[in-house]
Every structure is written in C-alpha cells, then in structure tokens.
DNA sequence: GCTTGCGTTCGAGCGTGCTCGAAGTCATAG
DNA sequence: CTATGACTTCGAGCACGCTCGAACGCAAGC
C-alpha cells in the first residue's frame, strides 16, 4: 500500500480540498457584529465559554470589565474584541501565563509592538509544529484503523506473521 | 486582500506541498528497529518521555513490564511497542483514562475488537477536529501578524479609524 | 412581602498529567 | 572498603485551567 496515498487521505478526510475562504472569513470577522455592550451570559453564549471561566479571566487580568449600577459586568466591544482574541489564543494553546504577558505589552503601550509581534510568530510556529505533530498522528491513527489487528503495536513488518490476533478489516 | 490566499499560505506554511511520505512512513515504521529488551533510560530517550513517566504508566496500567535479577525494570519489543502507541496516543491528545479503557479492552481479548475500532475511529474524528480548529486559529493568526496595528482585535471593519492605537505595518 | 432569577465576591477544590523527593538496593570503579 | 551511579518503591506535590459553593445583592413578578 502507498503511504503517500494514506497521507493524502488522511488530509483529505480534513476537508481541507475545496479554498476555505468563507468559513475562513467568518472565523477571522464574526467580531464584526459585536453589540454596544453585552452582559455576561451574552458574552459566555458568544465565545462558548462558561461565565465563571469570564470571571476567572478577568481576575487573572487578562481583562477589564466596567459594572453596571447593579454592580453587573458591562462588556463592551472593546473588552468582548479582546476576549475574542484571548479565546482564540487559549483555543491554539497558548497558555494564559503568555498572555498575561501579551496583554500586559498591549496594555503598556505602543512601544511594546515589536515584541507582541514576535509572540504572535512564536505562537504560529508553536500552532504549525502541533498542526504536523497532529496529521503525522492522524496518518499513524488511519494506518492502525486500516489494518487493524487488535495488537498494540502496528506491526508494520510482519506481512504474514500476524502473532497476536489476525484480522485486516 | 483575498482571504484564500491568506488561508493557502497558511497551509504551505505548513510545509505540508510535498508528499511526506518518508516522513509519514518513518513515522509509522520507527519502531522497526525495536531491539530485544531495553532499559527504563533507552526507552525514554526513545520515546523522548522521562523515565518518571514510564513507570506512571505502568502504574497506571498502561504496560507491564518484567524486571531483572536486579528489580530493574526490562522493556522487551511487545511493551515497547505499545509505548510507542501510547505515545503517540497521548500526543495526539487521547487522554489516559481513555488510554486504559483501550488497553483493558486489548487485554481483554479479541472480542474486544469492533469496540476499540470505533474508539480509534473516534479518536480520529478528533484529531480532524483539532487540526482544522488549528488551522483556522494559525489563519487568524497569520491575519493579525500581517495587519499588526498593536490592538487586541483584529479590527476587520475599520479601515480608516484606528480608536486605540494606530499602526498597520 | 416574598420568591425567583441573575448577577456579585471570595476562596477553595478538582481533574489531568506528570514530577519529585526520600529512602533503599545493587554493581562496578577506584 | 567505600563511593558513585543507576535503578527501585511509595507517596506527596505541583502547574495548569478551570469549576464550584457559599453567602450575598438587587429587581421584577405574583
């Protein structure tokens, strides 16, 4: 069997073929429609994260949260852009110590750029050494599923001397 | 800017153009050179895993593995080989209460089979998963690399009206 | 007035996956 | 004879990222 052709089906099955542009496009702009301000379940319901993982980010500093006069958070576009961010960032890994130390650049001012840039290249080669680890073990997953014989190991020599338990369905 | 474009990048950046095939088969084949039996320090330098974790999972239940005259421990090619597995596993995210379901399953015996396929069959589904959530947080994150203006939103809209701070190299 | 519901603060607790330290055993080197 | 060093067991500890519970506040509805 071609292991060429297993790792093309392997990327294939990613769905990765036809030009992503929409879903892309969605992904980097569905901030756009961001209301004046937002309460806490509002922003918990956007970002698909509890409202106590909110709360947790904004005493870790991540954000700052303006109160009603009930003493209620009041997002505004401003703090939910950010927590768009810092939610994506979390999404691909990047640990919340990191962006503590992001958010506190950006919070220090324009001079910090050059570094919050180089973070932002660190954080792209991290997320593309996770990306290849991942379809390097997405290949080796298809190939233990193609040949499954039940033993642990894929057993890649061994044409016909299937010790343990013989079964190629 | 066209956003396919900025998605195609993305993806060759990834260096994913070329058939990875000796990468690939490397990857599934490296533990063709399994010797005999090996030491707690050969398998870990092998697995790049520290010798503390080796017996956390073998504590765990994840392998056996005999011992010498000595008490010290002795991996033959049957354990390693599920190391490698199990490696590979954790790396790609399968936690370690999943991981011992499988292997008692595996132990188990043949019966067992249809079960730990679909468990491998889900696991891969997740690995898919992951992969494009990468993949669309490294495009969003390219985006922000290439219109860097120092804010913690990309800024899509907002061509000409930068409120916080103004810089789009 | 009282309940219901949604919010608040604070500190503690938890699940995961290691990671480490202490105390001991053995084998080889000097 | 005694280091030195690689291994053992056991239980505890730790970093991370939430997650939760308790006690409370306010506002609308019955």
Known sequence: MATDDLM???LESLGLDGPPSVEAI??????ADVPESMTITEVAGLLDISPHTLRYYERAGLVEVARDSNGHRVYDAEAVRRLVFLTRMRLSGM???TLQHYIAL???GEHTVPERLDMLLEHRDTI???I????LS????EYKIATYGGSTG???RAPAAATETGRTA
């Not at 969605?26 to 901030?31: I, M, N, S, Y």
């Open 8 to 10: 093309t089906r392997a």
């Open 26 to 31: 969605h992904g980097l702009t569905d901030l």
């Open 95 to 97: 640990p919340v110590r």
């Open 106 to 108: 950006a919070d220090a």
């Open 128 to 130: 593309c050494r996770r």
């Open 132 to 135: 290849r680890e991942l379809t």
């Open 138 to 141: 997405l290949a080796a997953t």
């Open 154 to 156: 894929p057993d890649v």
